[in-house]
């Protein structure tokens, strides 16, 4: 099983970053996919969450109306489209795969939003 993560990287306030996360070694299509985020000496937090088939979708409060989670179950992929980034958005980004009893995540991109 892995999961993937790309697309992390530097962006100053107000900008955007598009994550992806590609997914293999089981049947992604059967489980749901979040994205969490863990800023340095905090716990990690869920940002968004997708259902298997892409729809429902949930988000954090905090990322209302500006990140977009969305996936693609042709191509094993997940993303999430960031908009009008903060600097309390700093993190490092993890992929989750979501099918009781598994849970599957990836090894993390960072996220960093400064001037």
């Known amino acids: 099983v892995q999961l993937v993560e790309s697309g992390g990287g530097l962006v100053q306030p107000g900008g955007s970053l598009r994550l992806s996360c590609a997914a293999s070694?089981?049947?992604?299509?059967?489980?749901?996919m979040s994205w969490y985020r863990q800023a340095p000496g905090k716990e990690r937090d869920l940002v968004a969450t997708i259902t298997s088939s892409g729809a429902p979708t949930n988000y954090a409060d905090s990322v209302k109306g500006r990140f977009t989670i969305s996936r693609d179950n042709a191509k094993n992929a997940v993303y999430l489209q960031m908009n009008s980034l903060k600097p309390e958005d700093t993190a490092v980004y993890y992929c989750?795969?979501?099918?009781?009893?598994?849970?599957?995540w990836g090894q993390g991109t960072q996220v960093t939003v400064s001037s």
């Open positions: 070694g089981f049947t992604f299509s059967r489980y749901a």
């Open positions: 989750q795969g979501s099918r009781w009893p598994h849970d599957y």
